[in-house]
């Protein structure tokens, strides 16, 4: 008898587990400014992109990494690498040119322009909104133009 009344609820139990939705996506945001006071140990406010990048925790499996980039001109080469699927780069300011990611890279000073870009996505599902990618090499001389980005799907 003792067994029956254990029973019910042990079926209750996994019939409510069986009924729970599947674990949704954990998204990861981080803070990017000029004026942060993070450094490589924060998980959550860096002065650079490339320093979220690099540190920022990893999303659950289906989540996305948003930067929340606040406004500034940010001197800086980027590389989103594979690793960083699902990635957001989303401009806080008033419109995308408040918030620039630029670089002054040119071919013969990065071993030709396949490496002068400004920022390098080889991360899947990369996405960006209210941002401006800018190569500000100027006019070098070289035949072949300067790039602000680069992607494998990139045409």
Same mark, same amino acid.
Do not use: E
């Given at each position: 008898m003792r067994l029956r009344m254990f029973a019910a609820p042990s079926l209750a139990l996994a019939a409510w587990l069986v009924s729970v939705p599947a674990l949704t996506a954990q998204d990861?945001?981080? +803070?990017?400014?000029?004026?942060? +006071?993070?450094?490589?140990?924060?998980?959550?406010d860096f002065p650079t992109i490339q320093m979220a990048m690099d540190h920022a925790p990893d999303p659950g499996p289906n989540g996305r990494l948003y930067l929340h980039i606040a406004p500034g001109t940010y001197k800086e080469r980027v590389w989103v690498s594979r690793r960083r699927a699902h990635?957001?780069?989303?401009?806080?300011?008033?419109?995308?040119?408040?918030?620039?990611?630029?670089?002054?890279?040119?071919?013969?000073?990065?071993?030709?322009?396949?490496f002068s870009e400004s920022v390098e996505i080889n991360g899947d599902d990369f996405q960006a909104d209210n941002v401006t990618f800018e190569n500000t090499a100027g006019n070098t001389g070289q035949r072949s133009k300067r790039r602000a980005m680069s992607s494998p799907t990139q045409r």
């Open positions: 990861v945001h981080v +803070k990017v400014s000029p004026d942060s +006071k993070g450094n490589t140990s924060s998980s959550d990635t957001t780069f989303l401009g806080t300011g008033s419109d995308p040119s408040q918030v620039v990611i630029t670089a002054a890279r040119t071919g013969p000073t990065t071993g030709g322009t396949f």
